[in-house]
C-alpha cells in the first residue's frame, strides 16, 4: 500500500464554519491530489499541487482553498462549508515520471465529511 | 475537454457470468486510460491501465484494450466472482499534471 493517510477520517460540521482535512504521504511523492466523490459524479478534481507551494485549481474549486508548505502535507480548506459540500473527499498521491505518459496515482482511504 | 462516459449501473451478475462494462471516451492528443476499482468502504485501487493505441491491460482475470478508433476501453471478466462486487470507474489521464477525468463508476453486484 502506498503511504498515504487522511485525516479525519469522518467529520459533521455546520454551514458556515470552516473545515481543514488533511492528506499526509510518507512516498515523498510530487504531485497530490484533492477529489470529491458524489453519485452520479464519479470522482472529480479540486485542486492538485505539482511541488511545495505550486498548487493549480481543478474543475470544482469553488469554496475550496488548499496548501502545500511540505512535501508530505496537502491540506483542503473550506473556508464557510455549505450543504453542497457534503461529500467523500480522497487525497491521491503521483510520483514524477520523466516525460512518460504513466500516470498512476494512489488514492487515501478517504473522508467522509457531512455539513449540516 | 476531455470525458469519459460509462454505462449505467447497477449491474447485477451471477457468480462465473461473463463482464462487460462499457467506457468511451472523448480526449485531445493521446491520453492514458485506467480502470479503477472501490471495494465498500475503501479508496480506489488501480486495476489496470493502458497507455497507447491497442494495448491491452489486464490484472486478476480483468482485461480491457485501447480502442482509438472507437475511443473505447471496455472492461471484460470472463467469470466474475462474488468478492469483485465493487464500484468500477473508467478514468483518462491527457498528461496535464497527471489529472484524472473520471466516468461515473458502475456498481458490480455479483450474486453466489
Known amino acids: 500500500d502506498a503511504g498515504i493517510t487522511q485525516s479525519p477520517r469522518h467529520k459533521v460540521t455546520e454551514t458556515g464554519t470552516p473545515v481543514t482535512l488533511r492528506c499526509h504521504q510518507t512516498?515523498?511523492?510530487?504531485?497530490m491530489y484533492w477529489y470529491r466523490q458524489d453519485p452520479g459524479h464519479g470522482l472529480r478534481l479540486i485542486h492538485y499541487?505539482?511541488?511545495?507551494?505550486?498548487?493549480d485549481k481543478g474543475e470544482v474549486s469553488d469554496g475550496y482553498s488548499v496548501s502545500r508548505s511540505k512535501t508530505e502535507d496537502f491540506l483542503l480548506t473550506l473556508e464557510s462549508a455549505t450543504s453542497s459540500q457534503t461529500s467523500v473527499y480522497f487525497c491521491?498521491?503521483?510520483?514524477?515520471?520523466?516525460?512518460?505518459?504513466?500516470?498512476?496515482?494512489?488514492f487515501g482511504p478517504g473522508t467522509r465529511l457531512t455539513v449540516l | 475537454g476531455n470525458s469519459v462516459t460509462q454505462m449505467e449501473g447497477p449491474v447485477t451478475l451471477s457468480e462465473e457470468a461473463f463482464l462487460t462494462i462499457n467506457c468511451t471516451y472523448t480526449?485531445?492528443?493521446?491520453?492514458?486510460l485506467f480502470w479503477y476499482v472501490q471495494y465498500p468502504g475503501e479508496g480506489l485501487q488501480l486495476l489496470l491501465k493502458?497507455?497507447?493505441?491497442?494495448d491491452k491491460g489486464s490484472n486478476k482475470g480483468f482485461e480491457a484494450t485501447y480502442r482509438k478508433e472507437t475511443t473505447s476501453f471496455h472492461l471484460e471478466k470472463g467469470s466474475v466472482q462474488v468478492s469483485d462486487s465493487a464500484v468500477y470507474f473508467c478514468?483518462?489521464?491527457?498528461?496535464?499534471?497527471?489529472?484524472?477525468?473520471f466516468g461515473q463508476g458502475t456498481e458490480l453486484s455479483v450474486k453466489p
Open positions: 491521491a498521491i503521483k510520483g514524477y515520471q520523466g516525460g512518460g505518459a504513466y500516470n498512476e496515482q494512489f
Open positions: 512516498e515523498n511523492h510530487r504531485y
Open positions: 499541487s505539482y511541488g511545495v507551494k505550486d498548487t
Open positions: 480526449a485531445t492528443g493521446y491520453p492514458s
Open positions: 493502458a497507455t497507447k493505441a491497442d
Open positions: 478514468a483518462l489521464s491527457g498528461n496535464q499534471g497527471g489529472k484524472l477525468i
